[in-house]
Structure formats: C-alpha cells, structure tokens
C-alpha cells in the first residue's frame, strides 16, 4: 500500500523496492511467462472483437445501473436474498458487522474480494472483535503478515516459499518445511478447519446478472465455493460496476477474465449462486443470504463522460502484469489498494486525491496497459485526466505551468535552446555528451549520458532547393520534433538524404513548434491543444499527401491526441482530424516510398537489435516496417523477447523518476546485449536519447542508432 | 460439430487441466472405475490430506474427526446405482454416504457425482447443485469422480446460455468445475489441491457405445 505524503517519500520507497531482488527476478519471470501463456490462450480466439464487445456491453450497463440493480435485487429477493445498497465503504461496513451481529456471528470466513480490500472491511471487523480468516491461500498468507496485496490475482507474488515457510512455522508453532506442495497442504488443512467452525462466510463476486439475480464468482482453489456453502450466513459485497444484463454477458466476459488474467481458458471453478440455498448449518435449512452492493463513487463515474470507462474493469489485473514500472517495483510501491494502470485511476475515485498524487505520476504512458486491457479501457488517456484533475487541484505546480509558458512561446522556448549551446560548452567540449553535470541538481540522474545540444540546429541548416522535384510523386511536410532539430540533427538529415531520390517534395515549415506532448504528459492540457492548434494552423494537412516525422512520440501524439485535445474546439476539429489522418512514421513511410531497395538484403553486414518505441508499435501501430527495412538493408535483425518494452524515458517520467527509469534501461540493454548485436536500432530520438545514454555509460559493446542513421550507414556500404 | 468432435475437444481440454478422462461403455462401469479409485487410494495419506505435515493443535484434531475407513459419497445417485455400488464397495471396504456430507469436513476419499453436461471448448463440467451435500462431494472430496453422458456436452458456453439461465430462474446454486482445485499463490509454482479435491477424473458415458 502507497502512503507516502510527497514525491521525495514515494521516491525512498520506490528506491527501497528496486533493491528487493526476490521480487524483481519473480515479477520479472512473470512478466515473461504471462506474455506467452495470454498468447496462448487466446489461440483461435478473436481477441480484438471480444475486447470490443465486453466494452460495449459494459458501457451499455454501466449507463443502466439504477435500472439493472432494481432488476438484481427483485429477482434475487424472490429467491430468499437480502439485497442491501451501500453508498459508501464505511456504510458497506457497518451493514455487514451489523448482519453479523443480528445473526450471532463470530467467526468469518472470507474469500478473496477487491471490493473488500477497498472498503478495509477486515480492519473494521476486526475492530469490532469479529475474527475474520482469508481462505484463499495468497490472502491468507499476506493477512497472517498484515500486508495489503502485492497483485490483485496473485497478492503473495512479492513473497517467497522461505518467507511463507517461516509465517507457517509461526502460524503452527511447528518447523515447516519449504517445499511448496507440503505448504500448500498445511494451508489447505489449517483453513478447513476455519470452514468447519465460522458461522459467516464473506465473498466478493465478479458478476452480478440482473435478469436472473444471480452472482458469479471465479477462483481455482475451490474456497469461494466452502465460505458460500459451510457458514449458515453468506454476504457478499459486489461494486455496483458488477451489475450485468443477461447471463450471456456474464458467459461473454467470462471467456476474456481468465484468459487475460493468467493465461487460462477458464478458472477451475465459476460458482453461480441465485438466492437462499438449503443450508444444514442453518436453523431454518436455508442460508442467510445478504448481498450488500457498493456504489463508493462509481455511479457517479458512470455519469462522467470520460471516466464511466474505467467501470469496464473486470479485475483481471493484466495492467499490472504488463506494466514495466509494476515489473520493477512490484504493488505494494505501484497502488494504494488497487494496483495497475487501473490502481492509478480508481484511487482517486475510491480513496481521494491524496492518495493518488504521488502514484499518478508514476507512469510512463508506454501504453502497454491499454493494448493488454480486455476491457479496452484508454488507461493511459485516463491516467492522464485524472492527472489533469490533481493538478488543477494544486494551483502553480512550478513545473507544468512553466515549461507550458515556454513551449507554448515557440520563439522564446527556441531562443533558449540556441542559447542553451554556448551555456554547455564548458560542460560538454565537443564531444557530443554533456560531461559535468552540476551534482546537486543531478546525482540521480547519472545513470545516462545526456546528449549535448547541436552546434547549428535543424532549421538552420535545411535546404529546400534538394526536395522540390518538378512532378513530385507525394508532397510532405516534415514534422522535424525539437529533440531532432536542437539536439539529434543528423538524425534528420540522414533520413532526408535517403529520400533525395525518392522523388518527393519536402516542405520544412519553420514556425513549426513543439508537439506538445511534454506538456501533455505533465497534466497542462489547455496548454498541449495551444500548441496542437498552433502547428495544425501552419501545416496545412490539405496541402500535403503526408505529414512526416521521424519522431515515433510526437507523430503518436498528433495523430492520435491533436483529434483528442482539440475534440471541443468546432473551429479546428476538422481539421485536426485532417491532419492526424497525414501522419506518418519514418519507417513507413520509407517502406511506402520503396527507397530501401532489397539489394543489400541477406548481405548480414551487422548484426543489428531493435527497440520498437512505445508510440510506434503501440501508439502507432506499426510493427512490420522497421524489422522490414533492417533486412532489406543488408542487417542480420535479431529479436529479442523484450522489443516492445519500454525504454523507460517517457519524456519526463526519467527526470521525476530516475530510479525506476534506470532500472528499466538497465534491464533493456542486458536483453540486447544477450542477443549479441552490434547495433540497436529504433525510431524515435526520446528512445535514442534513453538507450544511447545508457549503452556509454555504461560501455555496452552495441551502438545506439536511429533508423535513418542505420539505414543511412547500411545502404552507404554499397 | 459432431457428437465425437465435442467429445474429443472435452477430452483435451480437461486433460490440459490435469483432469482424468476415460470414456466407458455404461453407467456400470463408471460405478466400478468409481470403487477402483476409491479402492486403489493410499488410505492415510491421502485420505486424511494434509494430516501427515506438522499441523497446529485444532487442524490436527479434525484428522482425529475422520473415521478411518474409505469413504465415498454418492448424493444424486440413483437407487439402483447406489445398489449397485453398495454390492462393489462391500467387497472393498468402503462406506458410502448420501446425506450430512458437511460433519465429514475432514475429508471424503472420493466423490462420484453426475454432471448436468459439460462445455467442450474448456473441458468444464456443469453441475447443478442447489442440494448442499451434492455440492459438498464436489468440494471437500479428495478425489471427485464426474459421470458425464456424451450427448450433454455443449461446444461453448453460449449455447448452454438458456439452460444455465433456467437453472438460474430460483434459487440455485451452480457449479462450473475445471480440472482439480489449484492454486499458484506460492512463487506461481502450480500445486494441485488447495481448498477443493485433489484430483477430477471425468467418466464419460458414449451413447453410441453403450447402446
């Protein structure tokens, strides 16, 4: 659990969980083993049109909530069910250890529920002298250890067999051994006992369908279905988001929950429970049976325009799974309760803006939570509004409201850079890196070499006389991005130099300004659409076949946020859309332009890594092209299982978390080396920048390339 | 798809989740498949699992509420079945019980259950089992043995929607049961038998076969 009071707080235990090494190497293996058995899984499986329709059909519900629950609590009743509403936690709480007290209950079972973590029923029951007993086996393990969950499928994945061996030997007052199997056995045989004698039996549930009344609870090790069926009293504390129409629904999100949790079809066991079952242990022969629904902020989520998404949740924990922060630091430095790209969202929701102000930072908006989300939740573009909420919230973030101030001056911020080479000078000399950085503002950050800025800047040394050709066969406007213009040039010019015969026209606008994604990234959206609105006013899409970029992070954030961002604005909207229509990437646009011919293909001139960029493959999609033109130039490609994972940049995330960051970069470079290759290419100069950084520092045996400089080295061979 | 198509597709989507499959020719060979299991199970050990580890004071006690003799329960059997078993079990020294599953917490040796049908494409059993001790034999059974009749197995579970909606229609409770309880909370190393039986052996009855 975060609770960490400020960034400086948050940031010591971040450090403290870096240094965990049993969880790094176990989340690490997970990470790995969980791409490959989700893979699996959906084998034969339309994953992209089930995620679709679980969406849809939650969004659907979620804007029916009044309707559906009416409709669950008369079906369920009908069947003997209490059906109770609790509009908070607290109310939720009081509700149930006030269902304890009227049936004389004492001792409680309880199986794993989130909606229960959320609420801290256990604490308040506690509190109120009920002895309550966790049943699922990773559960119980971390209450025997008073923690929260480190994961919300598997909350013991921080532990080891030593750790939970040590807690058994202390639970039994026996010697344990370590072998897993036997633990298992102890547990299995220490908590049927607890089923034997509890008289109350607590679960959650991951579906509640309205038309029949029914709940559906999953789990594989078959304690759901002792605490609904030993005790005489069963509650359930379900979050209003659970309501679903119909049992085909239920079935239909059932076929993606699994799946997406842990790589499995289906959980050992679905139990559907309707109403009031016989019961022996009963003295009327027929269960208690309360459910108590938690609303705690979600229905007024769902009448929110941009967050009733995040109600699509089904818990499955897969952002968490897939998350490289969550991969270095584990949950209990990633979430307040809930963790994941989700734990980000729903603790401002569920437990106020200052338990998430530190968290919602933590992101590097790699967006490989929402290409896993089976839900199709925008986790990242949620991220961000919640973010933006936050911020507002604390007028004059320092930071934010400055650099919008200069980005926004394309004048003044481009004055600064060209100033910004004579102040590095006694820095850097001339060796390309900025050598001596001041160590009071810098001591964490000397995990990477930072790049200086470039005697003469892009704009400063365009020539367009090379590209106008007289019967041009695609017009272009070159989105040159400020990373490339001040500081990676060459960059640039390698990739234009490519295209000298290609036959096109390039157009270098040069009141082009900042994409404004940094500004973007640090909540200040007002400012980003500024921007967005300032560079769609001077490139005219209409005039152009495409707009190019060699930049993966602003094409991503011009195709896909300038129609965002600008969506409210009738005066622009249009043609931002024009204009993220035009956007291409370097590398494909250089597949579409045939400029890479294959007569170096199959030369293996170098063997040659690649990175694929966050807004590349995931922002824009593209995936193909690059692996393509490394082949063709004449490289031996060699992959590596870790391609698609970030670089740990993401803009600003390195400057605010340079721990995390270098323990990303670190693990990323190791891969590549493991591969063997001489050269690691990829296309976006923020990755260059990250990787390059990183490979000198620390005199990795591979140069660091941008595309255009690869292909430019390849192809100049011949 | 074809009646033998689904059956495979049941067959290898359990046995990926560690279920035992065998198909049998009539009820009275599941009964005696049933009672061999039963019969061929190391007594103590795994019949009282978990009683052979280092237990606390109150866990180790109910081991003691156990009675040492194999025992199988048989809820929703029918009455010339339970003859059937009753001449088997006789011979091989197992008690069969029916009703009060729940003061055998401690542990039944195996329990040999119908199933309504059964989802092909994940090797899932349907039971519908609103009747406490028939849910108890699926649960705290060490081994649970499942007749399931080749003709109740439905592809997906789309199209058993309508009849799990009908079982929904009262007061239910409704079972969907996928290989052995399992668990992984322990450094993600799979372990088979957590809270629920050890192992799912699944008899299924051919029609085509049988008759």
């Given amino acids: 659990m975060q609770t960490a009071d400020n960034l400086r707080q948050y940031r010591r235990q971040l450090k403290a969980a870096l240094k965990n090494e049993f969880q790094r190497t176990a989340l690490d293996n997970f990470a790995v083993a969980y791409r490959d058995g989700r893979e699996a899984s959906f084998a034969g499986i339309d994953r992209t049109g089930l995620i679709e329709q679980i969406g849809t059909l939650k969004d659907v519900a979620m804007a029916r909530l009044d309707e559906l629950f009416d409709q669950f609590r008369e079906k369920a009743e009908a069947a003997g069910a209490i059906v109770h509403m609790a509009r908070s936690d607290t109310e939720a709480n009081e509700l149930i250890s006030r269902i304890a007290a009227e049936n004389n209950c004492t001792r409680i079972v309880k199986s794993k529920s989130m909606t229960a973590e959320e609420t801290l029923l256990n604490h308040f029951l506690e509190n109120q002298g009920y002895e309550v007993i966790e049943t699922d086996l990773g559960e119980w393990i971390i209450q025997l250890r008073h923690e929260g969950p480190s994961h919300m499928v598997m909350p013991a994945i921080h532990l080891s067999r030593n750790d939970v061996s040590r807690l058994f030997s202390e639970v039994t007052g026996k010697q344990q051994d370590t072998d897993i199997e036997k633990l298992v056995k102890v547990a299995r045989r220490e908590l049927r006992q607890r089923f034997v004698s509890a008289d109350m039996g607590i679960s959650g549930a991951n579906f509640a369908i309205a038309e029949t009344g029914t709940l559906g609870i999953v789990s594989n090790e078959g304690n759901v279905r002792l605490v609904t069926t030993m005790p005489r009293v069963h509650v359930a504390l379900v979050g209003i988001d659970k309501l679903i129409p119909t049992v085909s629904e239920a079935l239909l999100v059932l076929s993606g929950l699994p799946r997406n949790a842990t790589g499995q079809a289906i959980t050992s066991y679905v139990t559907w429970i309707t109403g009031a079952n016989p019961s022996a242990a009963?003295?009327?022969?027929?269960?208690?049976?309360?459910?108590?629904?938690?609303?705690?902020?979600?229905?007024?989520?769902?009448?929110?325009?941009?967050?009733?998404?995040?109600?699509?949740?089904?818990?499955?924990?897969?952002?968490?799974n897939v998350c490289p922060i969550y991969r270095m630091v584990g949950g209990h430095a990633y979430g307040h309760i809930y963790i994941g790209a989700i734990g980000l969202i729903l603790t401002y929701f569920f437990h106020g803006r200052d338990k998430d102000k530190n968290l919602i930072e933590n992101c590097l908006n790699c967006q490989a939570c929402k290409q896993v989300c089976v839900a199709g939740i925008d986790l990242p573009r949620l991220i961000r509004e919640v973010q933006k909420q936050i911020i507002g919230g604390e007028k004059g973030l320092l930071l934010a409201s400055m650099a919008a101030y200069v980005l926004k001056r394309r004048r003044l911020f481009h004055a600064f850079l060209r100033s910004g080479r004579y102040i590095q000078r006694p820095l850097a000399g001339k060796t390309g890196y900025i050598r001596h950085l001041p160590e009071v503002f810098f001591k964490d950050h000397k995990f990477k070499m930072l790049p200086a800025l470039a005697e003469k800047p892009f704009r400063d040394r365009w020539d367009p006389s090379r590209f106008s050709p007289a019967h041009p066969k695609y017009k272009i406007a070159l989105f040159s991005g400020c990373l490339q213009d001040f500081v990676y040039p060459e960059q640039l010019e390698a990739g234009l130099e490519l295209l000298l015969t290609a036959n096109?026209?390039?157009?270098?606008?040069?009141?082009?300004?900042?994409?404004?994604?940094?500004?973007?990234?640090?909540?200040?959206?007002?400012?980003?659409?500024?921007?967005?609105?300032?560079?769609?006013?001077?490139?005219d899409p209409k005039k152009y076949d495409f707009i190019l970029t060699l930049c993966a992070s602003?094409?991503?954030h011009m195709k896909e946020n300038y129609p965002y961002l600008l969506e409210t604005d009738a005066g622009v909207r249009e043609r931002a859309g024009q204009f993220a229509e035009k956007v291409i990437d370097?590398?494909?646009?250089?597949?579409?332009?045939?400029?890479?011919?294959?007569?170096?293909?199959?030369?293996?001139?170098?063997?040659?890594?690649?990175?694929?960029?966050?807004?590349?493959?995931?922002?824009?999609?593209?995936?193909?092209?690059?692996?393509?033109?490394?082949?063709?130039?004449?490289?031996?490609?060699?992959?590596?299982?870790?391609?698609?994972?970030?670089?740990?940049?993401?803009?600003s995330y390195s400057f605010k978390f340079p721990e995390v960051s270098s323990a990303i970069?670190?693990?990323?470079?190791?891969?590549?080396?493991?591969?063997?290759?001489?050269?690691?290419?990829t296309d976006c100069p923020g990755c260059v920048m990250q990787l390059r950084g990183g490979a000198v520092k620390q005199e990795r045996p591979f140069r660091v390339l941008h595309m255009a400089e690869a292909l430019k080295a390849s192809l100049s061979h011949v | 798809m074809n009646p033998q198509k689904l059956v495979a597709q049941f067959e290898q989507k359990a046995r990926a989740v560690s279920a035992v499959v065998k198909t049998m020719a009539g009820i009275d060979d599941a009964l005696a498949y049933a009672v061999n299991v039963c019969a061929q199970k190391k007594a103590c050990a795994v019949l009282a699992s978990g009683c052979e580890y280092a237990l606390s004071g109150p866990a180790e006690e109910l081991c003691g509420l156990k009675q040492w003799e194999k025992l199988m329960a048989v809820p929703n059997l029918s009455a010339p079945d339970i003859e059937t078993l009753t001449?088997?079990?006789?011979?091989?020294?197992?008690?069969?019980?029916?009703?009060?599953?729940?003061?055998?917490?401690?542990?039944?040796?195996?329990?040999?259950?119908?199933?309504?049908?059964?989802?092909?494409?994940?090797?899932?059993l349907v039971l519908n089992c609103p009747d406490e001790d028939l849910r108890l034999a699926t649960m705290i059974s060490e081994v649970h043995v499942a007749v399931l009749r080749s003709e109740d197995i439905y592809?997906?579970?789309?199209?058993?929607?309508?009849?799990?909606?009908?079982?929904?229609?009262?007061?239910?409770?409704?079972?969907?049961?996928?290989?052995?309880?399992?668990?992984?909370?322990?450094?993600?190393?799979?372990t088979l038998g957590v809270h629920g039986p050890l192992e799912l052996h699944v008899l299924i009855i051919d029609a085509s076969t049988s008759s």
């Fill in chain 1, 586 to 651: 370097y590398s494909s646009f250089m597949v579409l332009a045939g400029s890479v011919g294959t007569a170096n293909a199959g030369t293996k001139t170098a063997k040659a890594a690649y990175h694929a960029p966050c807004h590349l493959c995931r922002g824009l999609g593209v995936r193909r092209a690059p692996r393509a033109l490394l082949e063709n130039a004449g490289y031996e490609y060699v992959p590596n299982d870790e391609e698609e994972t970030c670089c740990g940049l993401g803009g």
């Fill in chain 2, 155 to 190: 592809a997906n579970s789309d199209d058993a929607a309508d009849r799990l909606a009908g079982f929904f229609a009262a007061s239910d409770y409704t079972a969907f049961i996928t290989g052995a309880s399992r668990t992984a909370d322990i450094e993600r190393v799979l």
């Fill in chain 2, 87 to 124: 001449v088997l079990c006789r011979d091989s020294g197992i008690g069969l019980i029916r009703q009060g599953l729940a003061a055998y917490a401690g542990g039944i040796d195996v329990g040999l259950t119908m199933a309504d049908f059964a989802i092909a494409a994940t090797g899932t």
């Fill in chain 1, 665 to 681: 970069l670190d693990k990323k470079l190791g891969t590549v080396a493991e591969t063997g290759a001489e050269i690691l290419v």
């Fill in chain 1, 554 to 556: 602003c094409g991503s």
């Fill in chain 1, 282 to 320: 009963s003295d009327t022969g027929k269960k208690k049976m309360h459910i108590v629904f938690l609303d705690n902020g979600r229905s007024a989520m769902a009448k929110n325009p941009v967050f009733a998404q995040a109600l699509r949740c089904v818990r499955c924990g897969a952002c968490a």
């Fill in chain 1, 504 to 539: 096109v026209r390039i157009d270098f606008i040069p009141e082009q300004g900042c994409c404004g994604l940094p500004l973007y990234m640090l909540g200040e959206h007002d400012a980003a659409a500024d921007l967005a609105r300032w560079n769609i006013g001077h490139i």
